[in-house]
């Protein structure tokens, strides 16, 4: 009885080992990769959109095989894409996807904020029954509401502060 549980005790620390190092592994590759597509044409061309992020009111930064798309929330309705195919870029496979994902983070730090974004991954079904995988930064609803209300806050005080000089 105590072989068997030796043995039990030695096989799973020798799957948590591996496990350990497989994901250092694919974070070392992950790493590699962002700091290639940082430095390659597709991300000179799609740099000057990553700097507007930080000036803007951000809903949503969806990363998809053909194209990077952010949305705004104020104001409403102001969407930026890049399309690879219209700037002379294939679209990306599914490492090169995540590895920008990761790219526009480095560049943009306020997506990297776990407090105001959230990384989402979503998959779509394909024609051909496969799935296409895409990735997200989505505004968290507490960010967007406390922005919201700040903003709504700031023009009312104006709005009294001009109205009371009358």
Request: glycine residues 4%; proline residues 2%.
């Amino acid at each position: 009885m105590d072989t068997l549980v030796m043995f039990l005790a030695l096989a799973v620390l020798v799957a948590c080992a591996a496990v350990m190092i497989h994901d250092r592994r694919v974070r070392k590759r992950q790493k590699r990769l962002v700091a290639y597509l940082r430095q390659s044409d597709l991300y000179a061309h799609l740099y000057p959109m990553v700097k507007r992020i930080e000036q803007m009111h951000i809903e949503s930064v969806a990363v998809r095989r053909e194209e990077v798309c952010v949305r705004a929330y104020e104001p409403a309705g102001r969407t930026l894409r890049f399309t690879f195919d219209k700037h002379g870029f294939d679209p990306l496979e599914d490492d090169r996807l995540y590895a920008l994902t990761l790219a526009l983070a480095v560049d943009a730090p306020i997506l990297r904020d776990s407090k105001r974004y959230d990384l989402l991954k979503h998959e779509d079904q394909c024609m051909n029954g496969g799935k296409a995988a895409w990735y997200e930064y989505m505004i968290r609803t507490e960010f967007k509401d406390s922005m919201v209300r700040a903003r709504y806050a700031d023009s009312y005080r104006e709005n009294m502060l001009r109205h009371s000089g009358n």
